[in-house]
């Protein structure tokens, strides 16, 4: 069949209506592009299991969290190419995490338009430019491009209909910031995908997917099961974990076969790289300082806070009791906008449970004051509650305030100076103890928020600890604080015992 520029659009206004149980896009992938696939022989774009998936959830925005070579971004780009030849004043645009990546994309986008029928090349979609990861269609003023994150001002100064931002885990450089540029590109209909394989525990793409359901991003999840050719020799006989997944999702013997070819080809990066569960695959990318199986269980088991108050920044889990003391630890931060949290836990003393948490950016003097309100609130009797402050750096003005303007009478001194010191002696000792109570007493930990950023608290080189980049620490430091002064408090009324 022959088509005009107007036979072309009317065919995109009825791209995304469903015939016969599929999409018209879906119809015309198969009838019209061509890939080269996995044998390397070009064949049809016909759809899989993930992309039929895909297809039938979509919405305007979306995020992916998939396996590897699931197939997304040729389906993605297929679609989007598509809806870029049957319609005008059309934009597209792709974004790889890599130049290389970037060109693969462009040339199966190429192979697309090769395999057109010459009619449509020579007639209404001939080219007047397919140069630098780029095709110009003229007679319909429309535009695809391929475009690398790493590019300098990656896709700034554009006005983009469709956008496919692949594999944001692994963006260079300030991965938000050039996120925030390509989201301000987008018109306001225009239709956006993010699409990634998890790459640990923090960073752009783990809070993407983290913050999808407050944006109104649909998720979509994609273990390495949903490719029919993800398959080896049967196993016979299966280990308790591997029934328990096939009952879980109907999986057969071959399919367990191919995973453990995984286990052993990949090891420790099996769960990251071909991923069975939104939670776990997120994998840090050093090694956890506490241990994953324990930070997993606990997090199915938390629960929600019993008051929220601040906005959702203080979090209640158990209000104070009369007779009952209480820690209220303090990890200060520097404030503003885009620093770093500042973060307080309340702990019960004589059992260690976690009562209360506070994270929010704020400056120091009113740090003070919000823990100094939290320390009045969990007093014993008339006894407000212990307050340890961190004293390095912006420690030493909430100290300041709490003395001076505040006279709080109840604040923690270490070798006769107030506050507590954490430094490269007491640091590891600190974490330590907070790994061995994560194992050993889990149900003492409430928040979801913490246990989070302790899947992100990583050994990193040198052995120093903390968050992997893009991540947070200022829970896990103030609750580590928190349990250090009360093992000393607890040692302390030990010797005034004898």
């Known amino acids: 069949m022959k088509y005009t520029v107007e036979e072309l ?6 791209l995304d209506d469903w015939h016969d149980g599929e999409r018209n896009s879906t119809r015309l992938a198969r009838e019209l592009l061509r890939i080269r696939d996995r044998n390397g022989c070009e064949s049809n774009l016909i759809a899989n299991p993930a992309q039929c998936e895909f297809e039938s959830t979509r919405g305007q925005h979306n995020i992916i969290l998939k396996a590897r070579q699931m197939g997304m971004t040729t389906w993605i ?9 049957t319609a005008r004043g059309v934009l597209t645009v792709q974004v790889a995490h890599t130049r290389e990546a970037a060109e693969s994309i462009f040339r199966m986008v190429q192979r697309f338009y090769d395999c057109l029928p010459e009619d449509l ?10 140069n630098v990861r780029q095709m110009v269609f003229p007679e319909l003023d429309s535009e695809f491009r391929v475009l690398s994150a790493s590019d300098e001002n990656c896709g700034r ?9 692949s594999e944001l885990g692994r963006w260079p450089g300030d991965a938000a910031a050039t996120l925030a540029g390509l989201r301000a590109a987008l018109t306001p209909s225009g239709e956006l995908v993010i699409e990634s394989t998890p790459n640990g525990a923090g960073g752009c793409f783990y809070e993407e997917w983290q913050q999808a359901p407050a944006k109104g991003t649909i998720r979509h999840f994609f273990p390495w099961w949903k490719e029919p050719a993800y398959v080896s020799t049967p196993v016979t006989e299966f280990r308790d974990d591997e029934v328990e997944l096939m009952h879980q999702h109907n999986l057969t013997p071959a399919q367990i076969g191919f995973r453990r070819t995984l286990e052993a080809g990949y090891r420790g990066l099996r ?5 069975e569960d939104p939670e776990l695959c997120f994998r840090t990318s050093g090694e ?15 629960g929600e806070p019993t008051q929220v108050r601040l906005s959702g920044a203080l979090r209640i889990w158990f209000p104070p009791m009369p007779d009952t003391e209480y820690i209220v630890a303090v990890d200060p931060a520097g404030g503003g906008p885009d620093g770093d949290f500042a973060a307080i836990q309340v702990i019960d003393i004589r059992t260690g449970v976690q009562c209360a948490e506070l994270q929010q950016r704020i400056a120091p003097l009113q740090l003070a004051h919000d823990a100094a309100q939290l320390g009045r609130e969990y007093r014993s009797g008339v006894h407000p509650a212990l307050i340890a402050v961190e004293r390095n750096n912006h420690g030493h003005g909430v100290i300041a305030y709490l003395r001076g303007e505040l006279r709080y009478p109840n604040l923690y001194e270490q070798n006769g100076q107030v506050g507590w010191l954490t430094n490269a002696a007491t640091k590891p000792e600190m974490v330590g103890n907070l790994g061995s109570m994560l194992v050993t007493k889990p149900d003492l930990f409430r928040s979801r928020a913490l246990l989070e950023e302790c899947r992100t608290f990583v050994t990193r080189s040198g052995s120093a600890a903390g968050a992997v980049g893009g991540a947070h620490d200022d829970l896990v430091m103030a609750i580590a604080l928190a349990h250090s002064v009360r093992a000393e ?10």
């Open 157 to 165: 100064g554009l006005t983009v209909q469709n956008m496919h931002l």
């Open 489 to 498: 408090l607890h040692v302390d009324r030990g010797r005034s015992r004898l």
């Open 271 to 275: 769960a990251q790289e071909f991923a």
């Open 9 to 14: 659009i009317r065919l995109g206004r009825t």
């Open 121 to 130: 090349r020579k007639g209404p979609l001939k080219r007047s430019r397919a």
């Open 77 to 85: 780009a297929g679609r989007f190419f598509l809806k870029t030849i």
């Open 288 to 302: 956890c300082c506490f241990d994953l199986d324990t930070l997993h269980r606990r997090l199915k088991e938390a």
